[in-house]
C-alpha cells in the first residue's frame, strides 16, 4: 500500500537515490540482464502466437544469466561479482542524466500541452495520459482498451492466444459500453482483488457480461478484457460475438434529481476578475443544452478580503453570476473560509487573506497545531471561534461580517431564486473536521493522522473540560496515539483494547468531538440569520480507512468520535436538523473505482461509512446531497453514483436531493466523455435513456473549442 501511495503522491530525493542504488544493475550486467529480460518477454509473446517456441530461448537466457551472474551456494562457496566503483559512479550519472530529460519533456507536456502530469511522473504516466486524449481507457494497473463511443470491432483470435488481425475487421451494428463493473471486463477493484478482500462487493451486478465458452472444449476460461459473449468458429479461426446490450437498472420515471456542475477552482483570479469569460460561456451552454441544472462556485474568502479587513471585492463574481442568470442556471455557492492548494484536486494556490496571514505570523496559535508543534495555516482553529484576536474581531464574527457581505451584494440573486443554496466551509477543505491528515505535514495513506489540538486556546479549552470534570491532570492530548502515518495497532491509544475505550480516552474523544459540533452550531446560526430564507448546507468527507477496526482510528483524530460501540454521527445530524442546514455528502466509495488502493492494508469500508452517515441524517429527515470525491467520466462511476443516488431497496423511496459533479473541464467537454454525462443526467433526471446517435453539441464547433482550451 505504501508503494501505491508513494506513486500517486510522489517520492523523495533520497529514496531515489537509494533506489538507483538498489535497482540499477552494473554497465555490462544490466545490459545483458535487460536483453535477456526483452528476449523473455518476447519469447512469452512468440509462445501466445506460435505455441512452444518460447521454451528452448527462455531456458537459453536463463542459462546465459547463470553464467553471467554467479550466485554463491552452500557446497560451492561462490560469490556474486562486485562491480567496481567506477561503474556504479557512472550507472548513477547515466540514470541523473536520463531523469533531467524526463524531467524536461514533462514540463514541455505540462506547460504547453495542458496535461495533468503527476510531479514524479515516468514515461507510463505519459504514454497513458497520450492514450486517453486518444479516447481509450486506461485502468490503475496498465490495462488499455477503447472508449465505448469508438466502436467495438469484432476480434479474431486464433486456437492459442487472441490476437488482432491486420487485416479488414467486421464493425458491430450496435456497439456496446463496456465500461461496468464485469466479469468479462474487470474494474480496478477487480483486477486487485486479491489484495482488496475487505472492500465490500456485491455478490452479483446487473452489469455482469456472461463469460467466454472455448469453441472445442466447452469448459469456461477466463473472458478476454474486450470480449464479453460467445466465440463462434469460422474456419480455423473464432469470431467473438458481442451482446447486443448490457442489462442496467432502469432509471426512467424515477425521481428528478437536480445535477449541479462545480467550475474550476481558479475560474476568478487574486485580482477578483473572472478568468476567460468567453471560454466559460461555451462551457455554460453546453451544459444547459444537456438540461444541468446549475453550477456550484467557491466564493474564496482569501479573495474577496484579501487586503484590509471589512474590504470586499465582489467584481468577478458578479460578472459570473450575470452570466449564470441569463442562461437561467441556478447557483450554489460556497463561502470558503480556508485556503485552496495541497489537496487532492487542487490546480491553483489561494492562500487566506493576507492580513490574517500577518496576524498569524505574530500570533501562529490563531492556526491548527498538532503535539510536535507545527501549524497548519489551511484555515483557523476553532479555538479562536470567540477570541477576539483578528483586528478586534472573533473568527466567527469575521465569517459572519463576509457572509453578511455578501447577501447584500447579491441580494438580487437571492430575490430571483438563482442562488438556490449556500454551502457554509466549516474547515479544510470547506468541510467540517479538523485537519488531522495534512499531506504537508508528512500524511500518507492509510496513516491515522493526529489529533490538533495544541493551539494555545484549544489547550486552554482542554484544561477547562478537565477542571471541572474534576481530574486537572487530564488537561492535556494522548502522549501515546502515535504519529501522522502510524497504524491503530502501533500506537497504545488506538489498539484493541487501547485507552480511546478508558476513562481518560473517552473525556477526551468526548471533548474533542464536542469541539467540531459546536464550532459547526456557531458558525451555521449566523449563515442562518445572513441568508434567512435560502437553503444552507454544510459539507461532510468520509474516513472510511480503519472503519473495520475497534477504534475507528483515522475518524477519531478527523474529529468523528465513532468508534465500533457509539455513532459519532447522530450529534452531528441533531445540530444540522436545528440550523435547518442540509449535509453535501462526499461520495468516497468512488475511490474504490478511481483509485488503485489496497483497502486490506487500511481495512477500509467507504460503503458501510456512506450508508451510515445517510441514514443518520434520514432518521432526523435531513436533505442530503452528494459530490463525487474524484473525477469521473465513465459508465461505472455513473452507475455507482446513481444507485447511491437513488436506492432501490430503500422502502420509504427517499433519495438524494441534489447531486454536484466534479468538475467542469476541456476532458468532460471531449464527445465521448460529454455524452456518457449527457446520459448521466438524463438518468438522474428520471428520463427516458439518452440516443447517442442523434447527439450533437449545439451552438458550438466542439473540435475548435477543445482546441482553444488545450492552448
Not at 471486463?185 to 483486477?191: A, G, I, L, R, T
Not at 473568527?395 to 461580517?401: I, R
Not at 471533548?511 to 441568508?531: C, E, I, N, T
Not at 455528502?585 to 478511481?594: F, K, P, S, Y
Amino acid at each position: 500500500m505504501a508503494t501505491d501511495m508513494q506513486r500517486l503522491i510522489g517520492t523523495s530525493e533520497e529514496d531515489d537515490e537509494e533506489e538507483m542504488d538498489m535497482d540499477v544493475k552494473e554497465e555490462g550486467e544490466g545490459d545483458d540482464g535487460e536483453d535477456g529480460e526483452k528476449n523473455v518477454d518476447a519469447n512469452h509473446m512468440m509462445m501466445g502466437v506460435d505455441g512452444g517456441m518460447a521454451t528452448s530461448n527462455s531456458d537459453d537466457n536463463r542459462f546465459q544469466q547463470q553464467q553471467i551472474q554467479e550466485v554463491g551456494t552452500p557446497g560451492g562457496g561462490g560469490a556474486r561479482r562486485c562491480r567496481p566503483l567506477e561503474e556504479k559512479e557512472r550507472t548513477k550519472l547515466r540514470e541523473r542524466q536520463r531523469r533531467a530529460i524526463t524531467a524536461k519533456i514533462l514540463a514541455g507536456l505540462r506547460r504547453h500541452g495542458n496535461y495533468n502530469l503527476r510531479v514524479r511522473a515516468d514515461i507510463n504516466d505519459v504514454i497513458a495520459a497520450l492514450a486517453r486524449e486518444a479516447g481509450w481507457v486506461v485502468l490503475p494497473d496498465g490495462t488499455t482498451y477503447p472508449s465505448n463511443n469508438q466502436g467495438l470491432r469484432t476480434t479474431v483470435v486464433n486456437s492459442t492466444a487472441v490476437t488482432s488481425s491486420s487485416s479488414k475487421m467486421v464493425s458491430q451494428q450496435n456497439p456496446v459500453s463496456l465500461e461496468g463493473v464485469t466479469s468479462g471486463y474487470p474494474s480496478s477493484v477487480e483486477h486487485n482483488a486479491d489484495q482488496m478482500k475487505s472492500v465490500f462487493i456485491p455478490g452479483s451486478s446487473p452489469y455482469d457480461l456472461p463469460a467466454i465458452n472455448t469453441a472445442d472444449g466447452g469448459d469456461q476460461t477466463q473472458s478476454h478484457p474486450l470480449i464479453g459473449g460467445s466465440l463462434d468458429n469460422v474456419g480455423d479461426k473464432q469470431i467473438a460475438d458481442m451482446p447486443q446490450t448490457l442489462p442496467e437498472r432502469d432509471f426512467a420515471n424515477t425521481a428528478y434529481i437536480p445535477v449541479y456542475v462545480m467550475l474550476p477552482l481558479g475560474i476568478i483570479n487574486m485580482k477578483c476578475e473572472l478568468v476567460d469569460p468567453e471560454g466559460l460561456l461555451k462551457q455554460l451552454r453546453v451544459l444547459k443544452s444537456v438540461n444541468v441544472d446549475g453550477v456550484m462556485v467557491d466564493c474564496w474568502w482569501g479573495i474577496v478580503e484579501g487586503h484590509a479587513p471589512l474590504e470586499y471585492n465582489w467584481t468577478g463574481y458578479r460578472r459570473l453570476f450575470q452570466m449564470v442568470r441569463d442562461l437561467k442556471l441556478k447557483l450554489q455557492v460556497v463561502m470558503s473560509f480556508h485556503e485552496c492548494g495541497g489537496n487532492v484536486g487542487d490546480d491553483v494556490c489561494i492562500t487566506l487573506p493576507h492580513w490574517v496571514a500577518e496576524i498569524g505570523r505574530s500570533n501562529p496559535d490563531i492556526f491548527f497545531t498538532d503535539r510536535a508543534g507545527r501549524r497548519n495555516p489551511e484555515c483557523l482553529s476553532w479555538g479562536i471561534d470567540k477570541e477576539r484576536v483578528l483586528r478586534g474581531r472573533t473568527a466567527v464574527e469575521v465569517y459572519f461580517d463576509c457572509m453578511r457581505s455578501f447577501r447584500v451584494e447579491f441580494d438580487e440573486f437571492f430575490l430571483d431564486g438563482i442562488i438556490s443554496t449556500i454551502q457554509v466551509g466549516l474547515g479544510p477543505c470547506g468541510e467540517l473536521r479538523f485537519p488531522s491528515c495534512t499531506v504537508k505535514h508528512g500524511w500518507r495513506y492509510p496513516g491515522i493522522g493526529e489529533f490538533q489540538c495544541y493551539d494555545q486556546y484549544l489547550l486552554k479549552s482542554l484544561r477547562k473540560a478537565a477542571e471541572v470534570r474534576g481530574h486537572s491532570f487530564w488537561g492535556r492530548g494522548p502522549d501515546n496515539a502515535g504519529s501522522y502515518n502510524s497504524r491503530p495497532h502501533e500506537s497504545g491509544f488506538f489498539c484493541d483494547g487501547g485507552d480511546y475505550d478508558g476513562y481518560y480516552g473517552r473525556f477526551f474523544l468526548n471533548w474533542y468531538s464536542r469541539m467540531l459540533v459546536d464550532h459547526g452550531d456557531r458558525v451555521l446560526s449566523l449563515a442562518k440569520l445572513a441568508f434567512d430564507g435560502t437553503c444552507i448546507s454544510a459539507k461532510l468527507s468520509g474516513i472510511h480507512w480503519w472503519y473495520k477496526t475497534p477504534s475507528h482510528a483515522a475518524e477519531l483524530t478527523a474529529g468523528f468520535y465513532n468508534p465500533c460501540n457509539r455513532d459519532g454521527y447522530a450529534a452531528i445530524m441533531t445540530m444540522l436538523k436545528k440550523h435547518g442546514a442540509s449535509l453535501n455528502l462526499v461520495c468516497t466509495q468512488l475511490h474504490m473505482l478511481d483509485q488503485n488502493i489496497d483497502f486490506q492494508e487500511a481495512l477500509g469500508d467507504p460503503e458501510g461509512l456512506f450508508w451510515q452517515v445517510l441514514n443518520a441524517a434520514w432518521n432526523v429527515c435531513i436533505p442530503v446531497s452528494s459530490e463525487n470525491a474524484l473525477l469521473c467520466h465513465n459508465r461505472v462511476g455513473y452507475n455507482k453514483i446513481l444507485d447511491n443516488s437513488k436506492p432501490l431497496t430503500d422502502p420509504d423511496g427517499r433519495h438524494l436531493s441534489s447531486f454536484t459533479y466534479l468538475r467542469l473541464s476541456p476532458i468532460l467537454m471531449e464527445r465521448h466523455n460529454f455524452m456518457e454525462f449527457d446520459r448521466f443526467v438524463k438518468r438522474m433526471h428520471g428520463t427516458a435513456s439518452f440516443n447517442f446517435s442523434i447527439f450533437s453539441f449545439p451552438d458550438i464547433n466542439h473540435s475548435a473549442y477543445i482546441k482553444h482550451q488545450r492552448t
